[in-house]
């Protein structure tokens, strides 16, 4: 298999031979990983039961996925990822705020993917084989299983589809027989000596939903347009694309997310995942355990560092998508460490995902609003301009930035950063929603209220929204 050449320019309407069933597949498989999974161990971390987390999660997730599904009919017209896209919306220059926040994203579970993948292989080899839990084997683990994720990534959208495809069904037979593994230990408590974790039950629950359930969808903010832009719309129609992104995210997520509160209670897992995980399962899911840890990391992490790849290779259109890739499988790998050696597990994944769902948040919901105004049409030539180092075209702007879009992100941003709460921070708003975290919504609404008040400005010679036109790779015009 080649590999993939294509960075961030447009799609040929040939090589656009993906379908909806792919995107499912793809959406299910490189989610069911421990990267994912761990998620659904924050709720009882944080002193909740059964029935609570189980309730955060789904309502987290149904939020975030109505949010998130839509952003997949964007690429889906303009053959291009969706920082780049979002340059209709922001400008040439100012999908940069896309391209950095996808980046960060992406880098974050990555980082994130490896590290506890890499901690469950250690423990289990350590029952398997009594292989020494040092500082030593830690880095060798992160290292090869690092060096696996960046041959996916770099070979490219085809190899990692085809990877989805299997994971999708050996993950879940993986998953199934971890629910037989666990079952004699489950109980509907949480762990113990695990208190609120804000106190009381609604804002610790609402925390729960945000951390853990909403977090889920907005991670994919930047990403479903890597996988969307593959697939034709002359012949696959938006509705069925949409359902098929709102089925792929929802089954992709909750299946491991619940798989993840079922053994943290089960292995009555608080403050550490990874080591009770280990500890309770039974000497027949040791094997087992390790070929998820393994596969599931390789094909998670993979997707995530592609996505990273085409952030940076946007942001800096010199580089290639492959050396771009290998840069930031490097960064990413140094976040591994730092995870591991010097971070404390909750709150950095807490901290993290809360922070970057206040700013990817505005940004998400102006994109939608931009592509609303346009009625889905795009000059798919005018969104590469600052990808080909050239100046104008309908989405110049004002020197390739976008004022109002510009300036309803960072009221959205700056809102949502004010009305967050973490384990390491909280915001001066917070005294205003009674301690509970909002930053979501405030920040959505902030940015999207400001965005859509503001009347879309008008260049000399971008046409109106009746006069827009899709161009094609091709050069047709539609």
Known sequence: ???????????????????????????????????????????????????????????????????????????????????????????????????????????????????????????????????????????????????????????????????????????????????????????????????????????????????????????????????????????????????????????????????????????RAGLDYAGPLVDAAPGWYLLPLLLAATAGSVGNAGLMLYSMGLDLDAIVPRASRTQATVIVAVVATAFVFLGHFAWDAQSAMTSFVLLLTAIGTPWAVITLIGHRRLRGAYDAEALQVFNNRSRGGIYWYRSGWEPRATVAWTAGALTGLAAVSTPLYEGPLLALTGGVDCSFVLSGVVGGAVYALLPPRRTANAPSPDELVLVSPSGDRT
Request: with cysteine; aromatic share 8%; hydrophobic share 50%.
């Open 1 to 267: 298999m080649p590999i993939e050449q294509r960075g961030v320019d447009t799609i040929p309407e040939a090589e656009r031979t993906s379908g909806p069933r792919d995107l499912i597949s793809i959406l299910l498989g490189s989610n069911l990983c421990l990267g994912v999974i761990v998620f659904g161990w924050l709720p009882p971390s944080f002193g909740l039961g059964l029935w609570p987390s189980v309730t955060a999660i789904l309502a987290g997730t149904a939020v975030g996925v109505l949010v998130t599904a839509p952003l997949a009919l964007i690429s889906l017209r303009t053959a291009t990822n969706l920082s780049t896209s979002s340059g209709a919306a922001f400008g040439v220059r100012g999908r940069l705020i896309g391209s950095v926040v996808g980046l960060l994203l992406s880098l974050g579970y990555t980082a994130l993917t490896l590290w506890i993948g890499g901690d469950v292989m250690i423990g289990t080899l350590a029952r398997l084989t009594g292989l020494p839990d040092g500082g030593l084997v830690h880095g060798l683990v992160y290292a090869l299983l690092a060096g696996a994720t960046v041959v996916g990534a770099v070979f490219g959208y085809q190899l990692l589809l085809r990877l989805s495809k299997a994971l999708a069904v050996g993950m879940t037979v993986l998953l199934a027989l971890g629910v037989i593994a666990y079952a004699g230990d489950f109980t509907t408590a949480a762990p113990p000596d695990t208190p609120y974790l804000l106190g009381s039950f609604w804002p610790t629950w609402l925390f729960a939903a945000v951390a853990a359930g909403l977090s889920g969808p907005v991670a994919f903010i930047t990403l479903l347009g890597d996988y969307s832009r593959y697939i034709s719309p002359t012949r696959h129609s938006s509705r069925t694309v949409l359902r098929a992104t709102g089925v792929g995210l929802t089954v992709g997520l909750l299946l491991p997310q619940l798989f993840g509160t079922f053994t943290a209670l089960a292995a």
